[in-house]
C-alpha cells in the first residue's frame, strides 16, 4: 500500500472557491496546512482521520487562508500547470537526444550494459536506474547546466554497476567526475518546477 494518497480538494471562504491538495499520510499524527507563495494550498493529515475534522479544522483557518489566498487568480494557475505538460511534451524528444548522446559519450569510459532508457516528468527525482538496468531520467535534465547534466548521467550510468550509494559507486562516479562532491550538492539546492 502506498503510504501518502493524494486527493484534490475544493474549499468554499466568502464565496471564493480555493483549490487545495489533500495529502493522506499514513506516518503523519496531525492536520497540517501550508499556504505557498505560488498559491498551492496543501494539506496533510494522517490517514485515518475522517474528512468532518479536516474540513472543520480548515474551516477555523479560513480567515487565514482567505488573507492568503485571496488575490490568486486560480484560471490563471491552471492555465500555468497545463503549460508545464506542453513544456515536457515539448521538450521530450529534445532530452531523449542529449540523454542518449551524454550516456554514449560517458559509457565508452565504462562500458556498462543498460537496457531501456525513458525520459519522464517528476516532481521529485532527476534520475533512477532498475534493477533490470532500464534508466529513467527527468526530461527538466535540459534545463539544468551541462556540468550538472553530465553528473546526472554519470550518477544513473554507474548505478548500473552499483545500485547503492556506497564507497564503490563513488569510487566509479569519480573516476569520470571528480568534482562530484559539489556538484551533488549543487543538485540539490535545484528546485522542480
Ligand atoms: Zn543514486
Given at each position: 500500500m502506498k503510504k501518502t494518497k493524494i486527493l484534490f480538494n475544493r474549499v468554499k471562504i466568502k464565496d471564493k472557491t480555493f483549490p487545495y491538495v489533500l495529502k493522506r499520510r499514513r506516518g503523519s499524527r496531525s492536520v497540517k496546512l501550508s499556504v505557498?507563495?505560488?498559491?498551492?494550498?496543501?494539506?496533510?493529515?494522517p490517514r485515518w482521520y475522517p474528512i468532518y475534522i479536516i474540513q472543520k479544522f480548515i474551516e477555523e483557518k479560513s480567515e487565514w487562508i482567505f488573507e492568503k489566498l485571496k488575490n490568486f487568480d486560480f484560471e490563471i494557475i491552471a492555465r500555468q500547470s497545463a503549460d508545464k505538460k506542453d513544456d515536457y511534451q515539448k521538450l521530450k524528444e529534445t532530452a531523449r537526444t542529449l540523454v542518449?548522446?551524454?550516456?554514449?559519450?560517458?559509457n565508452r569510459h565504462y562500458n556498462f550494459?543498460?537496457?531501456?532508457v525513458a525520459i519522464r516528468s517528476q516532481r521529485s527525482c532527476w534520475g533512477s536506474c532498475s534493477q533490470k538496468k532500464n534508466l529513467n531520467f527527468n526530461y527538466r535534465i535540459i534545463h539544468l547546466e551541462e556540468e550538472?547534466?553530465?553528473y546526472l548521467i554519470v550518477h544513473e550510468l554507474c548505478h548500473l554497476q552499483e545500485l547503492n550509494h556506497g564507497d564503490d559507486f563513488w569510487q566509479l562516479v569519480s573516476q569520470t567526475t571528480p568534482n562530484y562532491k559539489k556538484l551533488k550538492k549543487q543538485l540539490r539546492t535545484?528546485?522542480?518546477?
Open positions: 505557498y507563495a505560488d498559491g498551492r494550498f496543501v494539506v496533510t493529515a542518449k548522446c551524454k550516456l554514449e559519450f560517458f550494459r543498460y537496457n531501456r550538472l547534466q553530465n535545484v528546485k522542480f518546477l
